[in-house]
C-alpha cells in the first residue's frame, strides 16, 4: 500500500487528504459540500473521483482509508455529576476527550428544574458520574430516579461509585432507558479512571449515532470513523510528545475556530501557578474543551453577545447596526462567504474573540481565598508554560491575519487571576491536516509525526 | 522502568550552571562572615573550627532550640538559660533559632500567610542582634536554606557571624501554600549552597535534618543512608558546600541512634563538623514524667556516641513540655540538668557497648546506602536529569517522592506483599514506631476490627506533619472504616468538595501549625455554604495566636463551642467517629 486516504465530513465540507507513505507528506487534496443530510456517500466518492485521477483506480483500491466526522454538530452530551471541581470537571474532560462537545451539566442534586433544562437540549449522550467507590450514594440513586422518570432517549452512561451501579442501571432500564456502566472514572482521591468511559462513547458514536447522521452507507467503504475532535486531540498529542524517534514541540495549545464551535486543545502537564494550591479534579495531559456558542456562523450571534456588539463595532470603526446586520446574515445563512473586505475585516474579528474567550475558559485560574493554611487556590489547568499555539479551521487558515487571532490566547493585563502565556510561537495548519495525522497515528505514529511535522514547518513564512 | 514525575516546574527551564555559578560569585562578592560573641570569647572564626576543637578535647556540645516569637523574649529568654545555666555549673553551646514561616517567602509576599508561632526578623538589626546576646552560637535551620528565601536569608545570616544553617532536606517537604514558585526556590537554594561553599574554608556548614524530608518517609534506614549520599553529592561535590547531616527526631533506640551516627561519619568525605543530633521527639507526649525518660535515653545514645567516635554533632536537649507548647527558659534550664546527668554518667556504659556489632551494623547501611546512592543517579541519568546540574536533581528527586525512591531504587529484597516491595534491610524506628503505637492503641481499643465497617471518615493534616494522620488513618483502616486521605497541607476548600463526592461527614483532621480555629472556622463556614453539616475531630497541637497575643495559647474551649471534638486520643475515635456519624 502506497498510499493513505483521510476523509473528514463536516457540517459544511467532505474532505479528504492522500498522503503518500514514500514521501512522508500530503500530496493532493480535496473537498465538496457536505452531503450528510441526505447520502454522504455522494461527497465521498466525488472526493475518491478526484482522488483516482491523481493516483489511479489499483492505488485507491488499495489504500488505507480512514475517516473523521463533526457532522450535524458532532456527538453532544450532557455530564451530571456530584460536585463542580471534582466529579463535574472530570466528566467533562473525560467527554470532551473522547471528542464530544457539552450542550448540558448538571453538579448535586438533579431537580426537576435542572432535568427540565436538560431535557430540552439535542442530547446524544448523557455521563452520569460521580461518588469516590463507597463513597456517596444517596444523591446518585435520587438523581437516577429523576433521570428515569425524564422524558430522556439518548445512551446513559454511568461512570460513578460502582457501589450502586446495579441499583442505579436498574431504576434506568426500569425506566427505559439504555444506560451502560463504566469503572468509577473518580475512584479515589487524586484518582482518574477515564479509558473505559471515553472507549464506550466513542464505541457508542461509531455504532449508533454515525447512522443517525447517514453514514451507514458510508462504513463499508471505510474502516474507521472516530469523532473529529478525538482525532485532532489524538494529532495534538503526538505532537506534543513526540515519539521514540522524534523529538515532540512540547507544551503546546490547538485553536480550532468552525462555523459552530471553537474548540480549544492544550497539551502539558498542569502544575500549580506562582503562589496556588492545586485543587479539584486530576487535569489531563491532553485537555479539550468546546464552546458550543463560539461559532463563525450559526453562533456568531451568542459570541458577539459575549463579546459586545459595540466593542466589536469600535474595534472595527463601524457602526454597530452593521455588525448585527452581519451576524443576521450569518446566522440565517451558515454557507455565508465574506467577499467584500469589511465582511472579512469583521470575520477576522469574530475569530480574534472567539479564541480570545474560548481559551480564557479553558485554561484554569486562581481564586484568592482567606484560609488559614493558603491564600491562593488553583482550580483548572495552568498553560503559563505553553510555547506553541496552532491554529487551524477555516475561519482561522483563510483569514487575512491568522496569527493576530492566535495572538488572543496571550495573557493581558486584565487577566489577573488567569493562567495564560505571557508569549508563544504560532504555526497555522495551512493544510487542514490534523484530523488526518490523528487517524493516521492510530497506524503508524512515526510516520505521522513527521507528515505533520514536515506539512507545518513547510508552510511557515 | 516506569516512574511517574510529579512535576511543579520544567526543570529543563532552569538556567545552565555558568549563569548560577556567576550569579553565585556576584552575591558572594558582597558578603563577609561577622563576629558573633561566642565567636570572640572562643577565640574562633567559626562554629566549625569550635567543633574541631571540641571533638578533639572530649567535650560534649549540647544544643538548645529557642522557639518564641519575639525578638525581646528571645534576648531575655536566651540571657536568662546563658546566665543560669552558668550559675550552676552547667553550659550550652548552640542555640537554635526557630524562624516562623514567613521568613521563609520574600518580604513582599509575607503578608500572603498568617503568621504561625516563630521567630521574625523584621529589619537587618534584628539579624545582626542574633550572635550579640550571650556567648552561645546561633544555628537557623528552619525556613533558610530550601525555602523561598535562600539567598537573602544566607547572606543577612553570614553577615550576622552564623556559621551553620539548613535545613536541605525541607525542600523536600515543607511548603508555603499559595506561594509556590517552585522554580525561582529551586534556583535560590542551590545560588545559597553554592554562596555557603565559597566560605567552605572559613568554616561554613550546610545542614540537613534528614527526619525533616524524606527521611521522615523512607521505611528502610538503608536507603537513607544512601539518601544522605545523594545530598552530600548535591552539596559538596556540585556545589563546592560542606555538608552535615542531623537525624534524631524519628530515633527513638538508643543504639540505633549511635549505629547511624557512625554510618553518618563514614560517608563524611570532607570531615565537615556535624551540626546536632536532634532529640527523639516521636516517644515525648503530654505524660512529662514519660519525657524525662526519653530524654534520658536519647541523650544517653548521642553522649555515647560522641565519646566514642566524635563527629561534632551537639547533643539537643529538648524540654519535656516540648509536645505540649513552646517552652519557658525555665524548663530549658531543666532539661539541661538532666542531660548534664547522662553526660556525667555515660562513661560507665562505654566500655560495656559491643562496638563490633555496632560497626557491622553500621558497614551493613553504608553498602547498602552505596547501592541505593549508585541505583538512584544511574536512574536518574536514564531518565534524562541532568546529574552535573543540581537544579535538576532536586526537582526530579522531589518530583519522584519518597515511595518511588524506595520502590525503584530501594535495596531491601523484593517481595509483593512487603510495603513499598520490598522488605527493609533495617526498617525505620519511625516505621516500627508507627507500628508498635498503632498496636497499642488497636490493643486497647476493645472489639477494633470491623467496628467502623460501613463508616465513612475523611483524613488530613492542615500542615506538612503526616505522623498522627497516619497513625489516625491506619487505626480507621484496622477497624473496617473507609479512609479518604486527603495528605498534608489540606484546604477546606478540598474537604468540602471530598465530603460531597463520599456523602461523609466526619472528618478527622490532624493540626500543628498553629490555626485550629480558624481552620475549623472556614471548614463550618464553607460546608455551610454546600449545605453540608460536617463533624469535625481535631487532634495534634489545638492553638493559635490571637489578636493581640504573641504566642499560640489553647483553643480547644473555643473548638468544643463550636462543637469540634478534642478529645486529641487515639484511642477515643472508634467512639468519636461513631458519634458524629
Not at chain 2, 551553620?164 to 511548603?175: A, D, F, H, K, P
Request: charged share 25%; proline share 3%; aromatic share 6%.
Amino acid at each position: 500500500m502506497a498510499y493513505y486516504v483521510l476523509a473528514d465530513f463536516g457540517s459544511t465540507f467532505t474532505k479528504a487528504a492522500v498522503v503518500s507513505q514514500e514521501q512522508e507528506r500530503v500530496i493532493f487534496s480535496t473537498q465538496y459540500p457536505s452531503t450528510v443530510n441526505t447520502d454522504a456517500s455522494i461527497a465521498l466518492e466525488k472526493c475518491f473521483a478526484d482522488i483516482e485521477g491523481v493516483i489511479g483506480k489499483t492505488a485507491l483500491k488499495q489504500a488505507q482509508i480512514s475517516a473523521t466526522s463533526s457532522a450535524a454538530g458532532g456527538l453532544r452530551m450532557a455530564v451530571i455529576g456530584l460536585t463542580e471541581r471534582l466529579s463535574l470537571t472530570a466528566g467533562k474532560n473525560v467527554a470532551f476527550g473522547a471528542g464530544a462537545k457539552i450542550v448540558g451539566v448538571s453538579a448535586g442534586k438533579l431537580t426537576a428544574d435542572k432535568m427540565k433544562r436538560l431535557q430540552a437540549m439535542p442530547l446524544e449522550m448523557i455521563l452520569f458520574c460521580g461518588g469516590y467507590e463507597k463513597g456517596a450514594r444517596t444523591v446518585l440513586i435520587q438523581n437516577a430516579k429523576v433521570l428515569a422518570a425524564s422524558d430522556i432517549n439518548c445512551p446513559i452512561i454511568f461512570g460513578g461509585n460502582s457501589e450502586v451501579s446495579h441499583e442505579v442501571r436498574s431504576i434506568l432500564i426500569q425506566g427505559n432507558k439504555e444506560c451502560f456502566v463504566v469503572p468509577n472514572i473518580i475512584p479515589n482521591v487524586g484518582e482518574l479512571e477515564t479509558r473505559g468511559c471515553e472507549e464506550i462513547i466513542r464505541e457508542l458514536f461509531m455504532k449508533r449515532i454515525i447512522n443517525m447522521k447517514g453514514l451507514s452507507k458510508i462504513q463499508k467503504i471505510v474502516k474507521t470513523i472516530i469523532p473529529t475532535p478525538a482525532a485532532v486531540l489524538a494529532a495534538g498529542n503526538l505532537l506534543s510528545k513526540g515519539t521514540d524517534d522524534h523529538e515532540g514541540y512540547g507544551e503546546m495549545m490547538i485553536v480550532d475556530v468552525g462555523g459552530a464551535t471553537t474548540d480549544i486543545h492544550s497539551y502539558l502537564d498542569n502544575m500549580p501557578g506562582e503562589g496556588a494550591k492545586l485543587i479539584g479534579a486530576p487535569e489531563p495531559y491532553a485537555k479539550r474543551t468546546v464552546e458550543g456558542d463560539l461559532g463563525m456562523r450559526e453562533s456568531s450571534d451568542t459570541l458577539l453577545a459575549e463579546a459586545g456588539y459595540e466593542t466589536v463595532a469600535t474595534e472595527l470603526g463601524i457602526d454597530v447596526k452593521q455588525v448585527h446586520d452581519s451576524i443576521n446574515e450569518r446566522v440565517n445563512n451558515h454557507d455565508f462567504i465574506a467577499e467584500t473586505g469589511a465582511e472579512k475585516q469583521l470575520d477576522q474579528q469574530i475569530a480574534a474573540n472567539a479564541v480570545k474567550i474560548a481559551v480564557r475558559r479553558h485554561c484554569g485560574q486562581w481564586e484568592p481565598i482567606h484560609s488559614s493554611n493558603c491564600s491562593k487556590i488553583q482550580v483548572g489547568k495552568n498553560l503559563e508554560n505553553i510555547k506553541l499555539v496552532i491554529g487551524t479551521g477555516g475561519p482561522v487558515i483563510n483569514s487575512l491575519d491568522p496569527e493576530k487571532i492566535l495572538r488572543g490566547v496571550l495573557r493581558q493585563k486584565k487577566d489577573r487571576y488567569l493562567l495564560l502565556p505571557e508569549e508563544s510561537a504560532f504555526l497555522i495548519d495551512r493544510d487542514y491536516l490534523l484530523y488526518a495525522v490523528g487517524l493516521l497515528s492510530e497506524i503508524d505514529r512515526d510516520f505521522a509525526f513527521k507528515v505533520m511535522d514536515n506539512s507545518l514547518k513547510s508552510k511557515q513564512s | 522502568m516506569e516512574i511517574h514525575m510529579n512535576k511543579r516546574f520544567e526543570f529543563k527551564d532552569l538556567p545552565d550552571m555558568a549563569s548560577i555559578r556567576s550569579e553565585i560569585d556576584k552575591i558572594a562578592k558582597d558578603v563577609t562572615i561577622g563576629e558573633t560573641l561566642f565567636m570572640k570569647e572562643k577565640g574562633v572564626k567559626s562554629e566549625a573550627e569550635y567543633k574541631i576543637k571540641m571533638a578533639k578535647e572530649g567535650h560534649i556540645m549540647k544544643h538548645t532550640h529557642i522557639g518564641w516569637n519575639s525578638w525581646d523574649t528571645t534576648a531575655k529568654g536566651t540571657e536568662k538559660i546563658y546566665n543560669e545555666l552558668t550559675r550552676r555549673g552547667s553550659y550550652v553551646d548552640r542555640f537554635g533559632y526557630c524562624l516562623d514561616w514567613v521568613m521563609g517567602v520574600p518580604e513582599n509576599m509575607r503578608h500572603l500567610l498568617p503568621v504561625g508561632t516563630g521567630l521574625t526578623f523584621k529589619n537587618p538589626d534584628e539579624w545582626a542582634k542574633i550572635g550579640q546576646v550571650v556567648p552561645v552560637q546561633p544555628h537557623l535551620g528552619d525556613h533558610m536554606i530550601g525555602s523561598l528565601n535562600s539567598v537573602e536569608n544566607t547572606v543577612n545570616a553570614l553577615n550576622a557571624g552564623v556559621t551553620t544553617m539548613g535545613n536541605i532536606s525541607q525542600y523536600y517537604t515543607y511548603e508555603y501554600p499559595g506561594i509556590d514558585m517552585e522554580k525561582e526556590r529551586v534556583i535560590g537554594m542551590i545560588e545559597a549552597i553554592g554562596v555557603m561553599g565559597k566560605f567552605r574554608d572559613q568554616g561554613t556548614i550546610i545542614h540537613s535534618n534528614l527526619d525533616d524530608g524524606f527521611g521522615a518517609q523512607f521505611h528502610d534506614l538503608a536507603n537513607l543512608v544512601g539518601w544522605a549520599m545523594v545530598e552530600r553529592y548535591i552539596v559538596e561535590d556540585l556545589l563546592g558546600g560542606g555538608m552535615s547531616h542531623c537525624f534524631g527526631n524519628l530515633f527513638s533506640d538508643p543504639m540505633l541512634r549511635i549505629t547511624f551516627s557512625q554510618a553518618m561519619l563514614e560517608i563524611n568525605k570532607t570531615h565537615t563538623p556535624g551540626t546536632m543530633a536532634y532529640g527523639n521527639t516521636i516517644d515525648f507526649g503530654f505524660d512529662y514524667e514519660r519525657n524525662f525518660g526519653a530524654l534520658s535515653s536519647y541523650s544517653l545514645g548521642d553522649i555515647i556516641a560522641q565519646r566514642h567516635l566524635p563527629s561534632g554533632h551537639a547533643v539537643t536537649v529538648i524540654p519535656v513540655t516540648e509536645a505540649a507548647r513552646i517552652p519557658s527558659a525555665d524548663e530549658i534550664i531543666q532539661a539541661h540538668m538532666t542531660v548534664d546527668m547522662m553526660i556525667e554518667k555515660a562513661q560507665y556504659f562505654e566500655p560495656y557497648i559491643d562496638w563490633e556489632k555496632i560497626k557491622a551494623d553500621k558497614d551493613i547501611l553504608v553498602a547498602c546506602g552505596r547501592i541505593f546512592f549508585e541505583r538512584v543517579l544511574n536512574g536518574l541519568d536514564d531518565m534524562d536529569v541532568d546529574i552535573t546540574h543540581p537544579g535538576e536533581m532536586l526537582a526530579a528527586l522531589k518530583a519522584i517522592g519518597p515511595a518511588q525512591l524506595e520502590e525503584k531504587f530501594g535495596v531491601g529484597q523484593s517481595d509483593k506483599l512487603a510495603m513499598r516491595g520490598r522488605i527493609p534491610v533495617r526498617p525505620t524506628d519511625i516505621v516500627s514506631t508507627i507500628n508498635k503505637k498503632q498496636e497499642a492503641i488497636t490493643d486497647k481499643i476493645a472489639d477494633l476490627p470491623g467496628s467502623l465497617k460501613g463508616y465513612n471518615v475523611i483524613v488530613g493534616s492542615t500542615d506538612v506533619h503526616e505522623f498522627g494522620k497516619e497513625i489516625v488513618k491506619n487505626v480507621l483502616i484496622k477497624a473496617g472504616a473507609n479512609v479518604y486521605d486527603l495528605g498534608s497541607n489540606v484546604s477546606a476548600t478540598e474537604v468540602v468538595d471530598t465530603m460531597g463526592e463520599t456523602e461523609c461527614n466526619v472528618v478527622v483532621m490532624s493540626t500543628f501549625n498553629g490555626i485550629a480555629l480558624s481552620y475549623a472556622k472556614e471548614l463550618f463556614a464553607d460546608a455551610k455554604k454546600e449545605d453540608i453539616n460536617v463533624k469535625l475531630i481535631m487532634g495534634g497541637l489545638l492553638n493559635e495566636v490571637k489578636d493581640g497575643g504573641s504566642l499560640p495559647v489553647d483553643v480547644k474551649p473555643e473548638l468544643v463551642q463550636m462543637g469540634v471534638n478534642c478529645d486529641n486520643d487515639a484511642e477515643k475515635l472508634v467512639v468519636n467517629v461513631k458519634a458524629a456519624s
